[in-house]
Structures are given as C-alpha cells and as structure tokens.
C-alpha cells in the first residue's frame, strides 16, 4: 500500500492521484460542515413552557449574537414537555413555570432564573379592579357566575383557562384553587398568547397569565388588595408568585452552562426585570 501511494504521488497512476486528491477535498468539505471536525454549529435546545419562552427566546437571540460558535434554539410545548424533553434528552434544557413536584426534584436539577407575578386577566373595560384569592377561587370553579356579584356589571363571567400540563396552570391550582377544582365548563387554550388574545376580545372573560406578558391590552387585577407589579413580587406583598426554572436531567453540558451562566449574568438579568419579571441575582 504503502509503494501504491508513493507512485500516486509521484503522479504515476494519474487516475488513482484524481481519486486521492477527490478523497482529500471531500474529507475537507466534511471537516467544514457544522458540527464536524470542529465546535462551530454546535447547538442547545431549550424546550417547554410558553410563559417562559418568549423571555428565553429574547435572551437566546442575544446570547447567539455574542456567543461565537454556540447557538440556541427555543422551542414552546408547555412545562410538562419541557420536563419530558429534558428526560429523554431532546432538550439540553428544558422550561418549567412552576416549582418541582417532590418526585420531580429528586429526578431533574434545576435553576431559579426568575420569578414571576401570576396576573388574573380581564378586558379594559370591565370596571372590576380587584377581588380576593376566594373570589378568584369560587370563580373559576364555576360557584360565581356573574359580574355583578363581584361588583361589576350584570353580565355573565367567561372563563378562560390553560390545558393540562401546563405549568401555568399548575402554579394557578396550587395558589389560587386549592381543593377546588376549575369548572369544566372554562375554555381551554394552549398558551399565554391564546388567553390573552382572547380575554383581549371578550368584555366577560376572565383568565390568568404571566406579569411579564400581560402589556396593555389587558387589565391585571389587585389580588387581596394587592396589585401585581414587579415591586409587589419582589416584596412578596402579592401572593400569586412562582418560579421560572431551567431543568436538566443532569449536569448541564459545557455549551448549556454557557447559556445558563449568561441568563443568571447581571446583563441577563437586568433583561428580564425590563420585562416585568423579578431577578433572581
């Protein structure tokens, strides 16, 4: 073998130094190729809830823009999909808003990298400004029925919900239902997007979200007394407060600790807190 190479490169087997010299472009082109035969193209996939999201998405496109070879992309699905992702290695890292479950910790390890003010939802022209986690809790199991027993106007109350698995949804059961359990007859969307657009709509409904995402379109009502702000999360005056988490299976890998290093980083968090969220550093 050794003799044959000797005479290709001598140039006197012309057609075999035409396969050599084909073989050593096709392994260049393949070295060049991201992901192989170097770091560029390497990439985490951060997965599940929708509260989460949007914030991880606007942090991602920053960490990419200065990350050099790293990349992150971020996908929705809801908390429970984030935590299966994460299991199954789908996801390098996977979304949860709400806190862990005790068989759930004992399984993922998690990080804090915000928290966030559970906001009760209505239309800007409902003239209710505020009720008391009771009242809250009566309304979405379906015992209150109109408005006007909650000093608002004699019209029916339209509720409007997230889905099963959701971690939205989870969070608003452990801190507003209790025992309780929300009416059946409440609509079911399938993300913070979907209730507020159509809570946007509807001068009777009534539905729950994240501070952060709730804007203008909406009126967040006082709970307890209490408005929902940052500064009232922050304080822990408000008492419809949860966790933002990253989860992973196990130790995170080198290109998934960059990114959650950045997220918990003075820069990363003064993001958050400029949209509505409360920092964790």
């Not at 890292?93 to 479950?101: A, H, Q, V, Y």
């Not at 609509?187 to 709509?201: A, C, P």
Request: with cysteine; net charge neutral; proline share 3%.
């Amino acid at each position: 073998m050794f003799v044959d190479l000797v005479q290709i490169l001598r140039g006197e087997r012309k057609e075999d130094m035409k396969w050599l010299l084909g073989g050593v472009l096709l392994l260049l082109a393949l070295l060049l190729l991201p992901g192989l035969g170097s770091e560029k193209g390497a990439t985490v996939n951060v997965i599940g809830s929708t509260s989460v999201q949007p914030f991880a998405e606007m942090l991602a496109e920053e960490f990419n823009r200065i990350g050099g070879h790293r990349r992150v992309e971020v996908q929705g699905g809801g908390s429970t999909a984030g935590l299966q992702a994460a299991l199954n290695g789908v996801a390098d890292i996977g979304m949860c808003s709400r806190s862990l479950k005790e068989d759930e910790a004992k399984v993922f390890q998690s990080v804090a990298i915000a928290r966030d003010g559970l906001s009760v939802v209505v239309h800007p022209s409902n003239r209710v400004d505020g009720l008391t986690k009771q009242q809250v809790e009566r309304i979405f199991a379906g015992e209150i029925t109109n408005w006007a027993e909650v000093g608002g106007e004699d019209r029916p109350i339209r509720l409007i919900t997230r889905e099963e698995g959701s971690g939205t949804r989870e969070a608003f059961v452990k801190l507003v239902m209790g025992k309780s359990r929300i009416s059946p007859k409440a609509m079911t969307q399938e993300s913070n997007g979907s209730v507020k657009e159509l809570v946007r709509n509807d001068s009777c409904a009534i539905g729950y979200m994240s501070l952060g995402l709730v804007g203008k379109d909406l009126k967040a009502l006082k709970v307890d007394g209490v408005e929902p702000t940052a500064e009232q999360v922050m304080t822990k005056k408000y008492p419809l407060v949860r966790p933002f988490l990253f989860v992973t299976k196990s130790k995170p890998g080198s290109d998934a600790q960059a990114f959650i290093d950045y997220v918990l980083s003075v820069e990363g968090q003064q993001m958050l807190v400029k949209e509505g969220l409360v920092r964790v550093q």
